[in-house]
């Protein structure tokens, strides 16, 4: 039920700007000029800054980068590993600004400034759409609710059963299957009935799964926003002005529409093509005789080209994905501007095959070296999918935690799904921080089944 979705997201993210900007407060900040370039501390999170195909992107970061740029200043970003990392970097003046979802706590207010806008999130439920669905608390009794074992929202699940007279059944799981990813995922797949997890967390996820429901609350709203030392009262007051002014507002919108509504779901499974293109008699797609020019190129065989095709956007030149990859492969932006391409052109299917064999055949001298011979086109179109410095991270891990670094499955495809656990992605063999580790693994798996329907049904 989408216009849930939308009632979440009003409620979950206040757009408030911390304290007023009084004239006291407009002084000081203008008695200070920002520097030349702002160092910017921050985690790596699903929703507030992360790394997909090479691109940075989140919440958190789009927004420091729209006040930066509002301010003619440069941004210099340090990833810390964990929140108090976090906190000794600003007290260590090794940044300015924390960019990221500090709690408005009174252990943080001790410690830091808290400015910018205030995001409130909370806890709730998530549960599959439809007649069954319950619309109040007590309607758990007597229900199976998962959640992850020690975990906050396994004690929200116990003070709730306690608040209602008991009569939750509540299961515990830990390990990869205990994230709040993968939870949600299978209340999506009906495997199991409800879990508990952050509005934020939700809300993205909803995106992907369109079959659920978040709108029941179960938690108390939790504050949090960016934060300076307490030393920099001028730059929180920078913050909060250009946070407070409508210019700033609408881009918060914008931002908020971008990662927490644009549908992220699996596409269609239909042919879209060019009106004007005619898939000839007995072939895969109108585009067939370009996969074989650049196939033949590569030395690759050419109906796997086109599987990357349609699984990327099912044969539609004019797709562009929420993260803004365009064309019949799907390419960013930014990679095709630094192979020289004008980004609107990724919308001429031939442009589109050809950047795409570009970058397919660099990605496949990058795992050559790292990778068995059988394996390395796996290695190669999970690094398609979500930037090879990802998968370069899962070999790291694999390594480390004793796998099989140059396999994939139940090795570096393992890894790959650790990379959505906090413990694993924020590990120091990880350069690229958080992964949504089950799409690189899921797409590997798609590709390749329709080349072998290709190569059963299309000659060579």
Not at 59 to 73: P, T, W
Not at 364 to 387: P, S, T, W
Request: proline content about 3%; aromatic content about 10%.
């Amino acid at each position: 039920m989408r216009y849930s979705a939308i009632l979440i997201l009003a409620l979950t993210w206040l757009l408030i700007a911390v304290g007023s900007c009084s004239t006291s407060g407009n002084e000081v900040a203008e008695s200070h000029t920002l520097p030349d370039t702002l160092n910017v501390g921050t985690l790596y999170s699903p929703t507030g800054f992360f790394i997909l195909k090479g691109d940075t992107m989140g919440y958190d970061y789009d927004r420091i980068c729209d006040f930066a740029q509002s301010r003619g200043i440069a941004l210099r970003f340090k990833v810390a590993r964990s929140m108090p990392d976090l906190i000794e970097m600003l007290k260590k003046k090794k940044v300015d600004v924390l960019a990221c979802e500090v709690p408005v706590t009174a252990e943080y207010k001790s410690r830091v400034l808290h400015c910018g806008a205030v995001n409130e999130t909370y806890q709730v439920l998530v549960q599959h759409s439809g007649k069954n669905m319950i619309y109040d608390v007590t309607q758990l009794i007597g229900r199976d609710v998962f959640v992850e074992k020690g975990s906050k929202y396994e004690s929200r699940l116990r003070n709730l059963d306690n608040e209602v007279g008991g009569g939750i059944v509540i299961h515990t799981v830990e390990g990869e299957a205990a994230l709040p990813t993968e939870l949600i995922s299978k209340v999506s797949r009906r495997e199991i009935s409800f879990t508990i997890v952050d509005s934020d967390i939700a809300q993205m996820n909803l995106t992907y799964y369109d079959s659920i429901n978040i709108g029941l609350r179960v938690g108390f709203a939790q504050r949090s926003s960016w934060a300076v030392s307490q030393q920099n009262r001028w730059l929180a007051d920078s913050i909060n002005t250009w946070a407070a002014s409508s210019n700033a507002r609408e881009y918060s919108k914008k931002a908020l529409k971008h990662y927490f509504e644009m549908n992220r779901g699996p596409k269609p499974d239909s042919v879209k093509v060019d009106t004007m293109a005619v898939t000839p008699p007995g072939g895969i797609s109108p585009y067939d005789h370009v996969f074989k020019q650049y196939a033949k190129e590569m030395g690759w065989d050419w109906r796997l080209l086109a599987a990357i095709a349609y699984s990327e956007s099912g044969f539609d030149p004019n797709a562009t994905s929420w993260m803004g990859a365009r064309g019949l492969m799907q390419v960013m932006p930014k990679t095709a501007r630094s192979l020289g391409v004008n980004e609107e052109s990724l919308s001429d299917p031939t442009v589109s095959i050809r950047v795409a064999s570009r970058i397919l055949k660099e990605l496949e001298g990058i795992m050559r070296g790292r990778a068995i011979a059988a394996d390395r086109i796996k290695f190669v179109l999970a690094a398609y999918n979500a930037g090879s410095g990802h998968v370069t991270d899962a070999i790291a891990l694999a390594r480390k935690n004793e796998l099989n670094p140059r396999a994939w499955e139940e090795n570096v495809a393992q890894a790959m799904l650790w990379k959505m656990d906090p413990e694993y992605y924020n590990d120091s063999v990880c350069a690229f921080g958080y992964c949504r580790g089950t799409e690189p693994v899921d797409y590997v798996v798609k590709v390749l089944n329709r080349y072998e329907y290709y190569k059963k049904n299309y000659k060579k």
